[in-house]
């Protein structure tokens, strides 16, 4: 639907960005939003379903072209490395190979460090942490096996956002979600309605409720899902829209 594409956002924190989940066109929409590619600190995927990394490899070529026509001093990608946090090694073995196709293309002058996680802190530099939760989108893994899908919560000395990811139930997120500033639930897999009739029942605390990742409601009724949350949790919900930005 025109407005509200693949999965992805990011945070803005110390004039760099923290990128969440790669969904399709990404980048095109951070352009047309006018963010800099060359100011992306860390790129974290949730989990490897294409809705969430099918825009990862088209990111990382935009940002190796920005790159190669820089000009601007202080702003240069060149001989740093760029944390790639994605649960599965197969899959971003994958995007490289998509990447470097039959001529080897791509050859950035900055590194990628990719990285499997598991549960609690992933990530703590320059004022910004990143801590994850491991949750049931895509079952629960055999003996040995990783988990493969994940919620994540960023926080900054005075501000805290929590992302649902794709998630089997909220209520995984139960203690994840106390006390974020912003709390961004999916609803591919969940009804608005019980989201927030789960919220406002546990008591769960928190600032403002955000539904992105739309699923069938939502694309067909935006206004009308819209009214059906706010008449359980008043105006501090919002739906997503590509390009929204947001004062956390």
């Given at each position: 639907m025109p407005?509200?594409?693949?999965?992805?956002?990011?945070?803005?924190?110390?004039?760099?960005?923290?990128?969440?989940?790669?969904?399709?066109?990404?980048?095109?929409?951070?352009?047309?939003?006018?963010?800099?590619?060359?100011?992306?600190?860390?790129i974290f995927?949730?989990?490897?379903?294409?809705?969430?990394?099918?825009?990862?490899?088209?990111l990382l070529w935009t940002m190796q072209k920005l790159e190669g026509r820089n000009q601007e001093k202080g702003k240069e990608l060149t001989g740093k490395t760029i944390p790639v946090y994605i649960p599965n090694m197969s899959v971003w073995l994958g995007v490289l190979g998509v990447l470097g196709g039959p001529t080897g293309s791509f050859d950035p002058t900055f590194?990628?460090?990719?990285?499997?996680?598991?549960?609690?802190?992933?990530?703590?530099?320059?004022g910004i942490s990143v801590a994850a939760l491991?949750?049931?989108?895509?079952?629960?893994?055999?003996?040995?096996?990783?988990?493969?899908?994940?919620?994540?919560?960023?926080?900054?000395?005075?501000r805290t956002v929590t992302t649902s990811g794709d998630v089997g139930h909220v209520e995984e997120l139960r203690g994840f979600i106390l006390d974020s500033d912003l709390f961004?639930?999916?609803?591919?897999?969940?009804?608005?309605?019980?989201?927030?009739?789960?919220?406002?029942?546990?008591?769960?605390?928190?600032?403002?409720?955000?539904?992105?990742?739309?699923?069938?409601?939502?694309?067909?009724?935006?206004?009308?899902?819209?009214?059906?949350?706010?008449?359980?949790?008043g105006n501090r919900v919002f739906i997503a829209e590509d390009g929204m930005t947001l004062d956390v």
């Open positions: 407005g509200r594409k693949h999965t992805s956002y990011v945070i803005e924190h110390n004039d760099g960005l923290y990128w969440f989940d790669a969904g399709e066109g990404c980048s095109y929409t951070a352009h047309l939003a006018g963010l800099d590619l060359l100011s992306i600190r860390a995927i949730t989990h490897p379903h294409m809705d969430h990394v099918g825009g990862l490899a088209n590194n990628l460090d990719a990285q499997t996680y598991l549960d609690g802190e992933i990530y703590n530099k320059d491991h949750n049931t989108h895509l079952g629960e893994p055999g003996d040995a096996e990783p988990w493969q899908s994940f919620s994540l919560r960023v926080q900054t000395a005075d961004l639930m999916e609803t591919g897999h969940h009804a608005v309605e019980a989201v927030c009739e789960y919220l406002k029942t546990e008591g769960i605390t928190f600032g403002k409720l955000g539904f992105f990742h739309h699923g069938r409601a939502i694309l067909g009724d935006p206004e009308g899902q819209l009214k059906k949350a706010r008449r359980i949790l």
